[in-house]
């Protein structure tokens, strides 16, 4: 194969791109996370649910420009010869896709006023899909070149410009600085994410852009069907319940957004590199298989440290208003260990070329959390609206090992290194329980202590429990330096 049509993505560390990417998470999770410890006790649950009532319904309405962004990035993660085409036909999509959902914006305007408790809704949802929306498809197209860490760094970059714009912006105008300062940050980071794409835009064929449709045809509704799935607790707090509903629950969801960090930023390197493979007609199981390993590193002992502490971590960390977050906490947690392992799963399956059975794992899932949510959520509350995103979530990791373990040689979806994970997490639970029993939470400084016994409970655990996890570390930490020194 020449090295024109040989794809980059299909050479790429996984474990150098993984580590580097997750170092940048915490990053921008730091960033983000003191932010919203900001902004939830300044504009309080109703204004702060609002907000994300927000972003949820923009996340649904430019799916369609996600969607074609993963059509763009298998396609691209193919062949390096195809970059400027992909990256042209993405433009184009996301001009076309924002002036459509623009209108339709300012048509729902009064109706999405009223559901989010934000006057200028219609403006700001049009002003976040011609930011970060069009942002984020750009970066996807880097990820397609199998260059996931250095995507999660210019990620990271965004959130550092977007925290104090968006405190200026809120002295200034309230809530809807909040969404102000997102857009004017992603708009600052496009040019930078933009250039990392390694080629110009040029105008596609109509060839590729029949091969674009026909990955899109599937990808564009089973980012709708995701995404939907992902924010759809949020969603049905807002229509059954109150916004402050949905406030609580956005501050266990992002209390709980550590745990999905490696699994994250592996899954987007592994959709590359499970393409680029496959294209040349190489295994991926192993690949796969590594992935799932460890996707879990970080979701096993939260949902450990979640149970021992949940309460005087939401309330320290958020305020008394925020108490009744902590039962969604835990819930969240064991959620996200499903999701640390199906995530990866779904880009393996992408990866594939099989974006018809992404799609429909995800309706299926979406239809299951919809009818036990509405049910769940009425009888007990919004814990109901968790209970039955667990069980979707448990059908979805069951259909995706069922078709990978039908389809892939070598793949193996439980292995040593996790069960590692689930004995150090027992340690951490108990020693996590012992420490509060012993120091019970007063402070920031208390809850400090309790953490970070229970982290380095977990660390030390895991480093004699896992040979698996010494060597995995020490192979990405000895490329992440040779990156750095070359």
């Known amino acids: 194969m020449a090295d024109d049509e040989r794809s980059e993505a299909a050479d790429v560390s996984l474990s150098r791109e993984t580590f580097g990417g997750a170092i940048a998470q915490f990053a921008m999770a730091a960033v983000g996370f003191a932010g919203t410890i900001i902004f939830a006790r300044w504009l309080g649950p109703s204004a702060f649910g609002g907000v994300y009532l927000l972003l949820a319904v923009v996340k649904l309405a430019d799916r369609p420009m996600n969607g074609w962004s993963?059509?763009?990035?298998?396609?691209?993660?193919?062949?390096?010869?195809?970059?400027?085409?992909?990256?042209?036909?993405?433009?184009?999509?996301?001009?076309?896709?924002?002036?459509?959902?623009?209108?339709?914006?300012?048509?729902?305007g009064d109706a999405l006023a009223d559901y989010t408790g934000l006057a200028a809704a219609p403006l700001l949802a049009v002003l976040l899909l011609a930011s970060e929306s069009t942002y984020e498809t750009v970066e996807s197209l880097v990820q397609g070149r199998g260059r996931i860490s250095v995507a999660t760094w210019i990620d990271a970059l965004r959130s550092v410009l977007t925290l104090p714009l968006q405190i200026a912006l809120v002295s200034l105008v309230g809530a809807a600085g909040m969404v102000y300062g997102l857009a004017a940050a992603s708009l600052l980071a496009l040019p930078v994410v933009s250039y990392f794409v390694a080629a110009r835009p040029e105008l596609p064929s109509r060839a590729f852009l029949g091969s674009l449709a026909d990955y899109a045809r599937y990808s564009v509704p089973?980012?709708?069907?995701?995404?939907?799935?992902?924010?759809?607790?949020?969603?049905?707090?807002?229509?059954?319940?109150?916004?402050?509903?949905?406030?609580?629950?956005?501050?266990?969801?992002?209390?709980?957004?550590?745990?999905?960090?490696?699994?994250?930023?592996?899954?987007?390197?592994?959709?590359?590199?499970?393409?680029?493979?496959?294209?040349?007609?190489?295994?991926?199981?192993?690949?796969?298989?590594?992935?799932?390993?460890?996707?879990?590193?970080?979701?096993?002992?939260?949902?450990?440290?979640?149970?021992?502490?949940?309460?005087?971590?939401?309330?320290?960390?958020?305020?008394?208003?925020?108490r009744n977050a902590a039962t969604l906490l835990v819930g969240l947690a064991l959620?996200?260990?499903?999701?640390?392992?199906?995530?990866?799963?779904?880009?393996?399956?992408?990866?594939?070329?099989?974006?018809?059975?992404?799609?429909?794992?995800?309706?299926?899932?979406?239809?299951?959390?919809?009818?036990?949510?509405?049910?769940?959520?009425l009888r007990f509350g919004a814990i109901g609206v968790v209970a039955a995103t667990v069980v979707a979530e448990a059908l979805r990791y069951a259909g995706a090992v069922a078709f990978l373990w039908s389809s892939v040689t070598a793949f193996a979806p439980v292995s040593r290194p996790m069960a590692a994970q689930v004995g150090a997490s027992l340690v951490t639970f108990a020693v996590a329980s012992a420490a509060r029993g012993a120091l019970p939470v007063r402070s920031w400084v208390d809850l400090g202590v309790l953490v970070g016994t229970g982290a380095a409970a977990y660390g030390v655990a895991l480093v004699a429990l896992s040979p698996g996890f010494r060597h995995t570390l020490g192979v990405a930490v000895r490329e992440s330096l040779a990156d750095v020194r070359h």
Request: charged share 15%; no cysteine.
């Open 70 to 108: 993963l059509a763009a990035k298998k396609r691209l993660s193919e062949s390096d010869a195809l970059r400027s085409p992909a990256f042209g036909a993405q433009l184009l999509f996301d001009l076309g896709w924002v002036g459509v959902a623009g209108v339709a914006a300012l048509l729902a």
């Open 222 to 322: 089973s980012s709708a069907l995701g995404t939907a799935y992902d924010r759809l607790d949020l969603l049905l707090l807002g229509y059954l319940l109150v916004p402050a509903a949905a406030g609580f629950y956005e501050v266990a969801w992002m209390l709980t957004m550590p745990a999905v960090f490696v699994a994250d930023v592996a899954g987007r390197g592994l959709m590359a590199k499970v393409s680029g493979r496959a294209a040349n007609g190489e295994g991926v199981g192993q690949d796969v298989s590594n992935t799932v390993a460890y996707a879990g590193l970080l979701a096993f002992p939260m949902l450990a440290g979640a149970v021992a502490l949940a309460r005087p971590l939401v309330v320290t960390v958020y305020g008394p208003a925020y």
């Open 335 to 377: 959620y996200r260990i499903l999701r640390t392992q199906t995530g990866p799963l779904l880009q393996a399956i992408n990866g594939l070329d099989r974006p018809d059975v992404a799609m429909g794992l995800s309706a299926v899932a979406l239809a299951v959390n919809v009818v036990l949510g509405v049910v769940l959520t």
